[in-house]
């Protein structure tokens, strides 16, 4: 059974710094590229982030650049993304997602996996 469970949302104030996690089980965590997605009230789901299966390649969202970082650990099977500076606008729930494949893409249609989410509230 696959599974992605996310963790370490919630509420902050504006400017505040959060550590999302997303653990994967059942699958070959190596061989599946990982990302990040939200899906703000009233919008439709947007993509965050994305890494590489080694780590060695991530690509951002233009409104993130600068203040997230995506990395992974594949020795613990985990994949993180660290907010800092957040802004009301980045309030939604953070979805994992993971795809079979090297390369960290853009598209959520690609990612075959995907963990139910962590909220996360940024108040002015």
């Known amino acids: 059974q696959v599974q992605l469970v996310e963790s370490g949302g919630g509420l902050v104030q504006a400017g505040d710094s959060l550590r999302l996690s997303c653990a994967a089980s059942?699958?070959?965590?190596?061989?599946?590229?990982m990302g990040w997605f939200r899906q703000a009230p009233g919008k439709e789901r947007e993509f965050v982030a994305a890494?590489?299966?080694?780590?060695?390649?991530?690509t951002y969202s233009d409104s993130v650049k600068g203040r997230f970082t995506i990395s992974r650990d594949n020795a613990k099977n985990t994949m993180y993304l660290e907010m800092n500076s957040l802004k009301p606008e980045a309030t939604g729930v953070y979805y994992c997602?993971?795809?079979?494949?090297?390369?960290?893409?853009?598209?959520?249609?690609?990612?075959?996996?995907w963990g139910q989410g962590t909220r996360v509230t940024v108040s002015s």
């Open positions: 059942g699958i070959t965590f190596t061989n599946y590229a």
């Open positions: 890494i590489s299966r080694s780590g060695d390649e991530t």
């Open positions: 997602a993971a795809r079979y494949g090297v390369v960290p893409d853009t598209m959520s249609s690609l990612y075959d996996y």
